[in-house]
């Protein structure tokens, strides 16, 4: 049925790559909710651990000495670390967005082909906090305000693209 009432304006849609402040906005977003759901139960885990009311020199020094406590952070950053990961595949897999990007409207599309699991977890391979991949997580970021698509190093190596769809009078 034919919608009623006056037309003042055509709308068309168009699909661009996703701007920089909505990327980075959708990535505050999540990691927000990461912070709260992932690494916020750890939270008492490591107040044990760790002493209290010491300077970042401080904790440093301790971690070098206390092999222990050293072993339990390693382990806890690289669990927080694959939980992350799962986050940004899972959420990226089954819709395309993960919630920062659905309230950033903005979504995931495969640059050629069809996207699979692989794709999705190669371009999230940045966020386990081990050495070769903390490196990946700044050159991604430099690429991206460099890149003129705003497409991270790691998409591009993953065939993804984040688009943004854009109501446009005509």
């Known amino acids: 049925m034919p ?23 959708a990535y505050i977003i999540d990691f927000l909710i990461i912070n709260f759901v992932i ?12 002493p209290k009311d ?3 020199a401080g904790l440093q020094e301790y971690l ?8 339990a952070m390693v382990t806890i950053s ?10 940004f595949t899972y959420f990226e897999y089954k819709s395309q967005q993960t919630p920062g990007k659905m309230l950033m409207k903005n979504y995931i599309v495969p640059v050629a082909g069809r996207l699979t699991f692989w794709n999705y977890l190669l371009s999230n ?9 903390f490196f990946f997580l700044i050159a991604d970021f430099i690429y991206m305000i460099f ?5 991270r190093f790691t998409e591009k ?4 693209s984040v688009m943004e769809k854009y109501e446009v009078a005509v």
């Open 78 to 87: 690289a669990v927080i670390g694959v939980f992350t990961l799962f986050y």
């Open 125 to 133: 391979l940045v966020f386990i906090p081990v050495f070769p991949f």
């Open 3 to 25: 919608k009623r009432g006056i037309a003042l304006f055509r709308t068309k849609t168009i699909t661009a790559p996703a701007s920089l402040l909505k990327r980075f906005a």
């Open 39 to 50: 690494i916020y139960p750890f939270r008492n885990v490591i107040s044990k651990i760790m």
């Open 54 to 56: 010491m300077g970042f």
């Open 147 to 151: 890149s003129k698509t705003n497409q």
């Open 157 to 160: 190596l993953a065939n993804i």
């Open 64 to 71: 070098l000495t206390n092999q222990e406590a050293r072993s």
